[in-house]
T-cell receptor, first 112, second 114 residues
Framework: GENVEQHPSTLSVQEGDSAVIKCTYS??????FPWYKQELGKRPQLIIDIRSNVGEKKDQRIAVTLNKTAKHFSLHITETQPEDSAVYFC???????????WGAGTKLIIKP | SQTIHQWPATLVQPVGSPLSLECTVE??????LYWYRQAAGRGLQLLFY??????ISSEVPQNLSASRPQDRQFILSSKKLLLSDSGFYLC?????????????FGPGTRLTVL
């Protein structure tokens, strides 16, 4: 079955710098890769997603890249701000599967 | 627009007591429904999912059970809670059909078993 690995588990960056979180997946049939942000004590919320027919997607300071050959995808946050501090989860799905397979999460700390 | 409700928001229960958590979705029909558990500082563990009324799939063996008595109602239960059942319980829904489905999470129930 599908397995999603996420790293690093913790990432500390200076405010204003960029942050990159990486995930790898095992099943080449996976075709949908969302990223969720979970603030302390809150529910996870989708911040960006990408489908396997696209290599990159941007939304203001957030971007996701997908390398299907290498089976990895990454979240890029530029010009980080204090409100970016949270836990970020990646996930992978299969077209015929109702489940999302989740990465273990990355705690992003933005240092002032 | 769609909304998802969970209650209670917090719960403190003694070991061995029963549990019932409820989740309801508004504004959509025939959704996929999910129960997740999140231990403190940890990731999301899928417990159950349902693609229709009375259809429940279990992902991990445990002393929990789930039921879907109505299209937009999902209930998580236990007859006897264990200390290890403590955690943040999240209900989620997605559009029926699988594939490119964003999952929308409820506000969660924080359960502490003492």
């Amino acid at each position: 079955g599908e397995n999603v690995e996420q790293h690093p588990s913790t990432l500390s960056v200076q405010e204003g710098d960029s942050a990159v979180i990486k995930c790898t997946y095992s099943d080449s049939a996976s075709n949908y890769f969302p990223w969720y942000k979970q603030e302390l004590g809150k529910r996870p919320q989708l911040i960006i997603d990408i489908r396997s027919n696209v290599g990159e997607k941007k939304d203001q300071r957030i971007a996701v890249t997908l390398n299907k050959t290498a089976k990895h995808f990454s979240l890029h946050i530029t010009e980080t701000q204090p409100e970016d501090s949270a836990v970020y989860f990646c996930a992978g799905n299969m077209d015929s599967n109702y489940q999302l397979i989740w990465g273990a999460g990355t705690k992003l700390i933005i240092k002032p | 627009s769609q909304t998802i409700h969970q209650w209670p928001a917090t719960l403190v229960q003694p070991v061995g007591s029963p549990l019932s958590l409820e989740c309801t979705v508004e504004g959509t029909s025939n959704p996929n429904l999910y129960w997740y558990r999140q231990a403190a500082g940890r990731g999301l563990q899928l417990l159950f999912y349902s693609v229709g009324i009375g259809q429940i799939s279990s992902e991990v063996p445990q002393n929990l059970s789930a039921s879907r008595p109505q299209d937009r109602q999902f209930i998580l239960s236990s007859k006897k809670l264990l200390l290890s059942d403590s955690g943040f319980y999240l209900c989620a829904w997605s559009i029926q059909g699988g594939g490119y489905n964003e999952q929308f999470f409820g506000p969660g129930t924080r359960l502490t078993v003492l």
